[in-house]
Every structure is written in structure tokens, then in C-alpha cells.
């Protein structure tokens, strides 16, 4: 069922409030879409961002978990099933997020990429680094963003000074 016009106006304008960093009027925007037209993808990704960006991660993980399920084939959502899931709850648990996604995306860098920093948070960089190695495999453009990432920290120490405990 697509959005009437109204009820797309509303949508556009979040979108536009939420672009300009103003979240409360963005989700005060989505309010007032017809109550049965709420739980549409596209306006439960908009809603997604809010949440996020106003860090109310156990909100994040219900739409997102949601938003997986209605459409298991976008990796997106689960990503951000996974970071709003370490989060509210742990990174143990977003971990297994990933790890059942792999499962039916093997070859989705960006679960791999993902899944290579919990590795490394966790504790476990030659596992990280078989996950980094494997992203890297499916997208080069991974590599870059590994230079910057503060998640991939521990490796970058582990890497030259060999292996050490952490966390």
C-alpha cells in the first residue's frame, strides 16, 4: 500500500529535518502519517535514523529487526540490527546478529568488515583478521575505511607488536 500524498508529504519532510540534524521534529513529522501506514519500509527507515541518531538503541533494534525481517535480502538493515544490538545489549550478542547473517549473505563485505571489528573488540584478532582479509576479498574499498577505524585499533597494535592479551 503506497503512501497518499499526504502522507508522503509528511515523510519528505522528515526526511528533510532529519538531514538537518532536527530528530525530534523529524519523528514528530512521522507521527502524523495515518497511524496503518506507519510500519511501510520507507518510513520505518527514516524512523530507523532517528533512533539512532537520538541513540535510543533499543527502539533502533526493534525497527531494524523489523526491517530484516521484512526484507532479509538487504544487508543494511541487518548492519544496523547488529549496531544497535551492541548497543542495548552486547557486542557477544550483535556478534551472533552477524554470524546468523553470513549464513545467507557469505559473500557480503560488509558483514565480514563488521564482524571483523566485534572479532577484534572481543579479543580474537586472528579471527578479526580472517574477517578483515575476507571483506577485503569482496571490496576492496574496505581498506581504506580499516585505516580509520577505531574498532580495528587493538589489530593495528596486535599486528606490531604480535600477539598480546587484551580485553
Known amino acids: ?7 508522503q508529504r509528511h515523510l519528505t519532510t522528515a ?3 532529519l538531514e538537518l540534524g532536527m530528530y525530534l521534529d523529524a519523528n514528530q513529522e512521522l507521527e502524523r502519517i495515518e497511524p496503518d501506514l506507519r510500519h511501510l519500509p520507507e518510513v520505518l527507515a527514516v524512523r530507523l535514523e532517528i533512533y539512532s541518531a537520538l541513540k ?3 527502539l533502533m533494534q526493534i525497527v531494524a529487526a523489523k526491517l530484516a525481517k521484512e526484507d532479509p535480502d538487504e544487508v543494511h538493515w541487518i548492519v544496523s540490527l547488529a ?3 551492541r548497543r542495548a545489549e552486547s557486542i ?8 546468523q547473517a553470513l549464513d545467507h549473505h557469505p559473500q557480503a563485505a560488509i558483514l565480514h568488515y563488521n564482524l571483523a571489528c566485534y572479532e577484534c573488540q572481543l579479543g580474537d584478532m586472528e579471527g ?3 574477517q578483515l582479509q575476507a571483506a577485503f ?3 576492496k574499498r574496505f581498506r581504506q575505511i580499516a585505516l580509520e577505524d ?3 585499533e587493538p589489530l593495528w597494535l596486535y599486528d606490531a607488536q604480535g600477539p598480546k592479551k587484551f580485553r
Do not use: S
Not at 94 to 99: H, K, P, S, T
Open 137 to 139: 576479498n569482496f571490496d
Open 83 to 85: 549496531y544497535a544490538t
Open 56 to 58: 535510543k538503541w533499543e
Open 150 to 152: 577505531e574498532d580495528l
Open 128 to 130: 578479526a583478521k580472517m
Open 92 to 99: 557477544e550478542a550483535a556478534r551472533e546478529v552477524l554470524l
Open 1 to 7: 500500500m503506497p503512501l497518499e500524498p499526504d502522507d
Open 15 to 17: 526526511e528533510g529535518y
